[in-house]
């Protein structure tokens, strides 16, 4: 089946800082990535959809300069987070859909945990 | 609004044992209702699916009817296996949603040898 990877797998970070993480869709090419935020025994909430080359579309109540996204190619969407702060801490999960999976399922990655000191 | 609820876990079980995970489900509209399950260390996988009402999805031993009269997709497995530990979210896609999807919060389980 198609993989999606995430890069890092888990970070630490300081207070004030901005961490960058990675999704990549291995073998397909994914014309919608979504990005997911899971705290500890919760649900995944959906964070925001990114269309490649268009900018991202984020959830009620979700900070759109403080969670940046980039969806520079098929392949490829970015999810900066900015300033970062110990609330900020969390489990984040991205996904995608392919162009020759539309209508089917969505693809997820592994996560990335995300530690903000 | 439209939410999933799903038993709260960890569910242990001893290896052979039945399994039921409860998922009921809120919707506007008629949702695709699905089962993902999440390994140690790894993604989240879709287990199964159903589109429709009365449809019954299955995969791995693992089956889920769609009962849009008790707005439900409970999980079964007749006899579970060590591997099949995991955690398993269940979860709703609205057709015009696009694929936003909605998951429950995710139930553990735990299989004995």
């Known amino acids: 089946g198609a993989v999606v990877s995430q890069h890092p797998s888990w970070v630490i970070c300081k207070s004030g800082t901005s961490v960058k993480i990675e999704c990549r869709s291995l073998?397909?090419?994914?014309?919608?990535m979504f990005w997911y935020r899971q705290f500890p025994k919760q649900s995944l909430m959906l964070m925001a959809t990114?269309?490649?080359?268009?900018?991202?579309?984020?959830e009620q109540g979700v900070e759109k300069d403080k969670f940046l996204i980039n969806h520079a190619s098929l392949t490829l969407s970015t999810l900066t987070v900015t300033s970062a702060h110990p609330e900020d801490s969390s489990f984040y999960i991205c996904?995608?859909?392919?162009?020759?999976?539309?209508?089917?399922?969505?693809?997820f990655g592994p996560g990335t945990r995300l530690t903000v000191l | 609004g439209n939410s999933v609820t799903q038993m709260e876990g960890p569910v242990t079980l001893s290896e052979e044992a039945f399994l039921t995970i409860n998922c009921t489900y809120t919707?506007?509209?008629?949702?695709?209702l699905f089962w993902y399950v999440q390994y140690p260390g790894e993604g989240l996988q879709l287990l199964l699916k159903?589109?429709?009402?009365?449809d019954k999805g299955s995969n791995k031993g693992f089956e889920a009817t769609y009962r849009k009269e008790t707005t439900s997709f409970h999980l079964e497995k007749g006899s579970v296996q060590v591997s099949d530990s995991a955690v398993y979210f269940c979860?709703?896609?609205?057709?015009?949603?696009?694929?936003?999807?909605?998951f429950g919060a995710g139930t553990r389980l735990f299989v004995k040898a």
């Open positions: 979860a709703l896609r609205l057709l015009t949603g696009g694929f936003k999807t909605i």
């Open positions: 990114s269309n490649e080359g268009s900018k991202a579309t984020y």
């Open positions: 159903a589109t429709k009402a009365d």
């Open positions: 919707a506007t509209g008629y949702p695709s």
């Open positions: 996904s995608a859909v392919g162009q020759s999976y539309k209508g089917s399922e969505q693809f």
């Open positions: 073998d397909f090419q994914a014309t919608t």
